[in-house]
């Protein structure tokens, strides 16, 4: 299963492998995870960005992880190469490692890539970090995105 990770930082692509080794085992032993990764620093290159867009295209699960949920325009410029392929990814997850409550850029993100994710008809998930106090839980949790789209709690 190919997966390709674009992140903001080595914390948001350390924090979106996690995630990936965690479906993996949860998948089984007969299911590897194909990963190619890019920065967010790497993608303001448009060289690079139409190169990562082509191997994104080739992904099962496009990875989107950052901090305050501010996506820069070459991130931007790099999903809509991506999405315009076709056949392309069958779903979009957005990690963000901030809490949902108050993070007014974060929250308006994930309702871009939701929208995006929907244009492109594909399944979207999005999760946070909790909050402090907060139980740490993984697994899909209850919707707000609509049929399409799913929060999971990191």
Not at 19 to 32: D, Q, R
Not at 82 to 95: D, E, F, K, T
Not at 137 to 147: T, Y
């Amino acid at each position: 299963m190919g997966v390709f990770i674009a992140y903001e930082d080595i914390a948001a692509g350390k924090r979106a492998k996690e995630t990936c080794n965690f479906l993996a085992e949860s998948l089984g032993v007969n299911w590897i995870l194909d990963t190619q990764v890019a920065s967010f620093t790497a993608l303001r290159i448009p060289r690079l960005r139409y190169f990562a867009a082509e191997e994104a295209a080739k992904a099962n699960i496009l990875f989107i992880s950052c901090n305050d949920g501010k996506l820069p325009s070459g991130v931007n410029e790099w999903l809509q190469l991506c999405l315009a392929r076709c056949g392309g990814p069958m779903a979009l997850v957005a990690l963000f490692s901030c809490p949902r409550l108050g993070a007014t850029h974060a929250i308006a993100a994930e309702t871009y890539l939701a929208a995006k994710a929907k244009q492109a008809r594909m399944q979207f998930f999005s999760g946070f970090d909790s909050a402090p106090g907060q139980s740490q839980r993984r697994g899909p949790s209850a919707s707000a995105l609509g049929p399409l789209g799913k929060r999971i709690s990191l």
